[in-house]
C-alpha cells in the first residue's frame, strides 16, 4: 500500500514547469495527471503511455484524440463522453470514470459540496457506464474521483477509499468486470499555517489497507493499484516568493508594499488563503506590529495578508511567503499588465538555476498584430 | 460641466488594446488612466504629457521616472511618495493626490469600505501633503479619488463630487492653493442585469453642477476641471464573448460546457459577478430550463452563470455573454495552461477586424528556457 508514497499522480492544475517535473522525475516514479490539456505533455515532457492520465471536463474532441494517440489513461468526466470519445477517437482498452458521489460524500470547506460541483458520474451512471464500454470491448477498468482540496483530516482519505472501494465491489459483482486501479484523487493539504501540522501519511496509509483487506481483498478482487493525485504536497511547501518591501504606508490602517503582486500568487486574493511570512533577518525580532500586506495592482484584493503580526518591517525588507510553490506563478494572471517574475530552482548540490526567466512587454503584447495597428484609424 | 461625457480619463484596469484606444481616440479626447504601468504607454500608444494620468499605487521609481518624462499628471497615492517622487525623479509643475476618504465615506458593495482599502490620503494627510508640495515650489494642484466601482445609483456621484468640492475649498482657503482639477474617479457602473437601468448620466451631471457652484463658484474657486473615469462603460456593454457549446450534461444539476472558460472571463468567478448570456437563434424562445453555464477549468469556480433559467441548449449552440468588454481578456489567467482567444472588432462600417490573435502554446511556455532544460539531470 506505500505505493501511495513512492507512486503518485501529480495534479498539473498546480504547477507546470517542465524543469521541476524533470527533477520530480528524476526521484519517483511520477505519473502525470494531465487535467484538461494533454497535448502539452507531448510537448513538454515526451511522457508516453499509461503514465499520463488525461483527466478532463467539457472536453474537446482534439483532446481525446491526441490522449488516445499517447496511450494515454482517459478518465471521462461525464457519461455522455463515451460516445463521443468513441465517435472521436475510437475506445482505448483502458477506460477510467470520475465519480461524483453527489450526497453520498461531504466535500470539505476548501472545494464545496459535490452536489454543486460540475466533475463526474453519479453513481447510477457508474453502473450503466462501466456497463456500456463493457458491451463496447473495453477490457480494463479505473475508477477516479476528486472530492476534497486542502484537506488536512486524514480519516477524510480514508473514508473517500472505503467509499471507493465498495462501490468498485458492487460494480464488480453486478457487471462481472475486474478493476485495474483506483485513483482517490488529490485533495492532501499542507499546513500553511505554523500551528498547522502535515498530514501524517501512515495514518493514512493503515487506514486505507484496513478498508482495502475488509472490501477488496475479502471479495477477491486484489490486487488493485492505488493512485493518489498529490501535486500540492509535493510542490507546495518547496515553493517561496520572495518579495522586496518598496513602501510603507501609514493611513486608516498600516500597509506594507511590495514588489509582487497577485500576478505572482493569486490565493490570498481569490481565497482569502493564509500564506505565512517571514521577513530574512528578522526571525527572531519579536511580532509586535500589525501589518496589511499588499502588491501594486490596482485591485483592493491584492494582498498576501491582512492584520498580520509582524516584526517591524522597514523599506528594502525581504519578506519570504511560505508555501508558494503550488498554485503561484501557474495560477498568476497578467491583469493590469502585470507581469510575472522569474523562477529560480536551488538544487540539492545548494546550485540554483534559472528555470523560467521573468515575462516582458514584449511577452505581453505577443498577440497584439501591432503591423496591423499602422493601416487602422 | 459636459466635460464628464466628452472628455473622460479611461482606467486601462479594464481593457488594454492598442487597437482600442486608438479608435476611443478617433471619437473622443481621450485621457488615459494608467494604472500603475505608464511605460506601457508610450510603447503602445505614443501619449504624452497631461493626456496621461498616472495613478498607481506602491510605485516603483522607475514608473516614476517615466511618468516624470513623459510629463504625466502624477497622482501620488500616499503621503511619503513626495519625497520618493522628489529624490527618484524631481518634483513636476503639478501635482495629484488621491483621496482615501475612510470614514467621511461609504464605499459600495463592489469596492468595499474605505478605511479598508490600501489607498490614497487620509484628510490629514492631504494639507500636510499639498503644504509641503507648495513649500517645495509645486505651482498646480489637483485631487483625485475613486471609492465605489460598478455603482448605478447616480447620488452617489454626486455625493462623491460634493465631499471632494468641499475638500478643495477647505485647502484652498488654509493653505492659499489653487486647483487645476478634479478628478471624480470611477465606479459608474453598467446595468449587466436585464432588469437595471444604465446610469443617467444627465442626473449626474445636474448634480454635479449644482453642488458646484455652491461650494467651488461660491468660494470663487472656478473654473476647476472636472474629471471621470469611465473604462467600464465605455468598453464593458460593447464586448461580447461569444462561445461554443460543446457538451451537455446532467448530474445533480444541468451543465452546459462550452468552450471558453476564466482564461476568458473571470468575474463571474472571482467575484460571482452576473453576465447575461443569450443563445443566438433562440432570443424568442421561452427560458424554460435551469442551467449552470460552465467552462472547462480544472476549478469548480468556472462558471459563466450558475442556475439560469435559458432556453433548452444543444451542442453546438452559440452562446453570447454579454458585457464582457471590461475585465474579460485583460483579467483573464492561464491557470492549467487554458489559452486566450483572439478578439474581432466590428466597426461602424460593418467590417470586422482581427485586433488580438488567440494565444498558442508557444506563447504560453515563452518564458521557459527549454535549451537549458537538455542539460538539465
Redesign the interface.
Known amino acids: 500500500m506505500n505505493l501511495m508514497l513512492t507512486s503518485f499522480f501529480r ?3 498546480s504547477r ?4 521541476i517535473f ?2 520530480i522525475q ?1 526521484i519517483s516514479s511520477t505519473i502525470l495527471n494531465t ?3 494533454v ?2 505533455t507531448e ?2 515532457l515526451n511522457l508516453k503511455g499509461e503514465g499520463i492520465m488525461f ?6 474532441a482534439e483532446e481525446f484524440v491526441k490522449a488516445k494517440e499517447l496511450g494515454a489513461i482517459i478518465n471521462l ?2 457519461i ?2 463515451i460516445e ?1 470519445l468513441e465517435k472521436e477517437a475510437g475506445l482505448p482498452e483502458l477506460v477510467c470514470f470520475r465519480f ?1 458521489p ?2 453520498l460524500k461531504g466535500g470539505n470547506a476548501f ?2 459540496n ?9 453513481k447510477e ?1 457508474l453502473f450503466e457506464g462501466y456497463r456500456i464500454l463493457k458491451e463496447k470491448g473495453v477490457k480494463r477498468f479505473g475508477l477516479h474521483t476528486m472530492v476534497a482540496s486542502n484537506e488536512l483530516e486524514p480519516s477524510y482519505f480514508v473514508e473517500t477509499a472505503k467509499l471507493l472501494f465498495e462501490v468498485i465491489v458492487e460494480i464488480s459483482k453486478e457487471l462481472d468486470i475486474r478493476f485495474d486501479f483506483v485513483n482517490l484523487g488529490g485533495g492532501i493539504g499542507i499546513p500553511y499555517r505554523p500551528d498547522q501540522k502535515a498530514v501524517p501519511y501512515d495514518v493514512i496509509a493503515k487506514g486505507v489497507r484496513d478498508e482495502y483487506e475488509k472490501s477488496i481483498k475479502a471479495n477477491g478482487l486484489d490486487p488493485l493499484k492505488i493512485y493518489l493525485e498529490c501535486g500540492r504536497t509535493i510542490t507546495g511547501p518547496y515553493g517561496y516568493l520572495v518579495t522586496e518591501v ?4 501609514h ?3 498600516d ?1 506594507v ?3 509582487a503582486c497577485m500576478a505572482n500568487l ?1 490565493r490570498p486574493g ?1 481565497y482569502g488563503s493564509y500564506h505565512h511570512i517571514t521577513v530574512l533577518g528578522k526571525e527572531n525580532e519579536p511580532e509586535d506590529h500589525l501589518y ?1 500586506v ?7 484584493n ?2 498576501f495578508a491582512i492584520d498580520r503580526m509582524l516584526p517591524e518591517i522597514e523599506r528594502g525588507d525581504l519578506l519570504v511567503i511560505h508555501d508558494s510553490g503550488a498554485h503561484g506563478h ?9 507581469l ?1 517574475s ?1 523562477e529560480l530552482m536551488l538544487r540539492e548540490d545548494k546550485s540554483v ?7 516582458t ?1 514584449e ?1 505581453h ?6 503591423e ?2 499602422e493601416d ?2
Do not use: W
Not at 16 to 19: D, E, G, L, Y
Not at 55 to 60: E, H, I, L
Not at 353 to 359: C, F, H, P, Q, T
Not at 365 to 370: E, V
Open positions: 495534479s498539473s492544475t507546470k514547469n517542465h524543469h524533470t527533477d528524476r487535467d484538461n490539456q497535448s502539452y510537448c513538454s483527466s478532463s471536463n467539457d472536453t474537446p468526466d461525464d455522455s463522453h463521443f461524483n453527489g450526497p472545494i464545496g459535490p452536489e454543486e460541483a460540475k466533475y463526474g458520474f453519479t451512471q518598496r513602501h510603507l504606508k493611513i486608516y490602517k500597509y508594499g511590495t514588489d493569486m481569490l496589511d499588499t502588491g501594486s495592482l490596482c485591485e483592493n491584492d494582498k501557474a495560477m498568476g494572471f497578467n491583469y493590469n499588465g502585470k510575472r522569474a538555476v534559472l528555470i523560467r526567466r521573468a515575462e512587454i511577452d503584447f505577443a498577440t497584439l498584430d501591432l496591423g495597428l487602422f484609424s
